[in-house]
C-alpha cells in the first residue's frame, strides 16, 4: 500500500480487561473475538511504562502537536485509583517535554466517585459516560449480571460529575443505538442530563451478524436517526451530537467528525492490558484475532504497527472502499460506514456497510430537512453575492492592516483615520472598495508584506490613493496627502494626473487632494491643478466621479451599461493576457461601440443573463490577446479583447461573465469538497479531471447554451455528472439545479 505513514494520534489503553455489567450487547464480551479471556485483568507496570515510552517516541518522532489516550476497558475504572494515578503520571511525565497530552476516560460510571474525580481533576482526565438514554432503554442492554438495573448508578454518576467542583472534566454521554427503544425519549432523556455532547453510536453487526431489524425495514437505523435529528434540529440544536454534526459538516464540503462516518484515514491504535498493539476495538465483532497485529510494545515501536496492512487499509480514504461505495453520491459523508460494519465471511471487507440503506437514508434525510437553511444565499441571490464579495474585500482591507501592525508608521496611521472619517460621512469608501483592482491592489500588498518582496513604509503610501479617491467620490471636503511618482497622480476609480511642480525637474512628491464642489482640487509646491466635472443641461451631477475638464488629467472613462473602461489603474494588467497602454479617442469610442452592440446582442439573445451582467460587471479593461480574462481582480472585472466584432465580443463577455461569477460564489461559498480524490470523464475532454473542471465547464456551457446553439448535449452530460458527485455540497447542488433550469434541462 502507497502513501506516507499516518502516526497515530489517539491511542485506546486497556487499563482493565473485566466489566462490572454484562451489557448483552458488548462487542468484547459478546461478539466473534473472546480474546478478552486470555488478557490479564489489569495493566501492568511494565506495559504502562512502555506506553508512555513509545508513545513519546512516536510524538517526538512526527512532531505531533498533541496525542488523546483513552483509558478504556471492559471498565477502566475498576483498574483503581493507585492504577489510574501510575497510568496518569508516567504519560504525563513522558509526553510533557514532547507534546500537548489529551487524556480522556470512557466509563459506564457504576464506580465514579470524589476519589477518582480528584485524581481526574489532578491530571486533566475527561470523562465520558455510556448511556442509553432513559431507565427502560438504557436496562435492554445495560445491566448487571443478575438482571438488575443500572440506570439509577448512572444517573448518580452523571450528577456527580455535573457538580460544579468536576463539571469541567465532563466529556458528555455516549448511547447504543436500539430501534426497540423510542428515539424521542431516548433523545429527551440524554439531554435532559445537560450533557456538553451527545454520541450516538450503531451498535455493532456485520454481514455474517446482521443488526436486529424487528420489523424488518431497511432503514429503521435511520428512521430512528433521523426522528432523534427531527427533535434536535426542531429545538434549536441544543447540545452537539456528534454523528448529525458530522453529516452537516460533510455536507458542506467539511471534514467527517467521527471514525464511524466519512473518508478520513484512521489514526487510532489500541493497547491492550497485555502490552499488545492492536487494530480498532470494534474489529472484534468481526471474528477471532481480527484486530491482531503480531506486535506489542515490548518489541515494536507505534511506527511497526502504523505500517500494519489492516491499519493501512482503514487510511485509504476514497480507495478504501469497494467500488458500489465508490460509486456512490453519499460515499463522502458515509465513508462506506465503520469499516467493520462491512465485513462479509467470504470477501472480508470488500463491501458496503450492512448499514449501507441505513446511511444513505440518513445522509439524505438530513440534507433534505437543512438544505434551504444551510446552502449559501449568494448561489441564488446576485445582490447577496455581490455584497459578500465586498465583505471580503474589507476582510483584506483588515487584514492588511493587522498585518502592518504599526510598522505602516504615520502615512498609514493618517490615511487610516482618514479612511474612517471619509466613510462616516459618504457612500465613498465603499465605492473605491467595490472596484475590483483594489482587492488586487490589497491581495499583492498581502503577498510582498509576507514574502518580504515589499516593505511596510512603501505599502502604506498607497492606502493614501483609494482615500483620495474615496473622499472625491464621495465629495467629503477633507484635505488628503497622496504620494505621486514618475510625473503622475494616480487616483484609482477616477483616473491620472499629470505633474509638472516647480522646476519641472522631480518626478516625485506629495501632493494634496482635496474634493471640491465642482470635481476637485490637486496641489504640489508651486502648482495647482482643479479638475471639474463634465456637466449637463442641468449641470454636475451631485456626487459624480469627476471624469473630464483638467490639463493633465486622463479620466477612466465610461462604456456601455455604466461599465468602466479602465486602461490605466496600475493594478489592471493582472489577466491572462497583457492589458492594452492607453486607448486613444478613436479607440476607446470604437471599442466602446462594439461593446454596446454586444451587450444589446445578449439582452436579445439572454436578458435575464445580460441584466445580471450588466449589475454585477462593473470594470472592463481592454486586452492585446484574443480571448477573455476573469484574472486575480474582484468580482466586477473582465479582460476583453480589443480586437472583434460585435458578436465576438458578445459571446466573450457571455464567457467571461460566467466565469468570473463562478469565482465570486468559489469565494464566498463551499461548492465542493477539496479532497482532491475524485475525477470525472468530462463529456468534452478525453482524461478525467477533477470536479472544479468539470464544474466549471458545465457553467459555463450553461451559460452559452440559450445564446450559441451546440452545448446542450454536453451540458446535460455534465449536470447529470454533477448531480451524482460525491463531493459537491448542499450549495454546490442548489447552484446545479438552478443551472439546469436556466438552461431549459429540468
Known sequence: MTGPLVPFREIVLKVHSRCDLACDHCYIYEHADQSWRTRPKAISDEAISWTALRLAEHAKN?????????????????AGPARL?????????????????????????????????????????????????????????????????????????????????YRHLDLGLLCTIDVANDPVAVYDALVGLGPPRIDFLLPHATWEEPPPRPEGSPTAYADWVLAAFDRWNGQGRPVPVRLFESV???????????????????????????????????????YEGAAATG??????????????????ARQLGLDGVGETCRRCPVVRSCGGGLYTHRYRRDNG????????????????????????????????????LVAEQHDLTRVLLAELHRELAGRGGEPWAEAWELAGAVERRSDGLDEVLAHPYTRTWLLECLDGLREERDDAPSTARLLARYVAAAAVRGAVDTPVRVAWHDGVLRLPTLGELRLTPRGGAAGHGTAEVRATEEGFLVRIPG???????????DGPAAGAAPDGAGPGWRPVRRGAAGWAIDDLDPFRDRFGA?????????QAADWTARLESARRLLEDAVPEQAAEAAASLTTLTPLTGTGVSVGRHGYGALGLPLRGGAGELARALLRGFR??????????ADLYAQDGVWTHRAPWRESPVPVSVLLAGAYERAGLSAYEPGHTEHTEQALHLLEEAAELTVSGKLLIAGVRKEAGLS
Open 62 to 78: 512526527h512532531a505531533l502537536p498533541s496525542v488523546s489516550v483513552i483509558l478504556h476497558g471492559g471498565e477502566p475504572l475498576l
Open 295 to 312: 506486535y506489542d510494545l515490548y518489541r515494536h515501536s507505534l511506527d511497526d504497527v502504523a505500517a500494519h496492512p489492516g491499519i493501512r
Open 578 to 586: 497583457p492589458a492594452t497602454a492607453r486607448l486613444t479617442p478613436a
Open 659 to 668: 466565469r468570473a461569477k463562478l469565482r465570486a460564489l468559489l469565494d464566498v
Open 349 to 384: 471487507f470488500d463491501n458496503p456497510s450492512v448499514y449501507c440503506a441505513d446511511l444513505e437514508a440518513i445522509v439524505r434525510g438530513v440534507e433534505e430537512r437543512t438544505a434551504a437553511a444551510t446552502a449559501s444565499p449568494a448561489v441564488t441571490d446576485p445582490g447577496t
Open 85 to 165: 494515578r501510575r497510568v496518569c503520571e508516567e504519560l504525563t511525565t513522558a509526553l510533557a517535554p514532547v507534546t500537548s497530552l489529551d487524556l480522556r476516560i470512557h466509563t459506564n460510571g457504576l464506580q465514579l466517585s470524589p476519589r477518582y474525580l480528584d485524581l481526574f481533576d489532578e491530571y486533566g482526565v475527561k470523562v465520558g459516560i455510556s448511556l442509553d438514554g432513559d431507565k427502560a432503554a438504557n436496562d435492554r442492554h445495560r445491566r448487571f449480571a443478575d438482571g438488575r438495573s443500572s440506570h439509577p448508578l448512572v444517573l448518580k454518576a452523571v450528577e456527580l460529575l455535573h457538580s460544579e467542583r
Open 527 to 537: 502648482a495647482e491643478h482643479r479638475i471639474t466635472r463634465r456637466t449637463g443641461p
Open 248 to 286: 452537516l459538516s460533510t455536507l458542506a464540503g467539511g471534514p467527517s467528525l467521527t471514525e464511524s462516518l466519512g473518508l478520513a484515514p484512521t489514526d487510532l491504535v489500541v493497547i491492550e492490558t497485555d502490552g499488545t498493539l492492536e487494530q480498532v476495538d470494534s474489529l472484534k465483532s468481526a
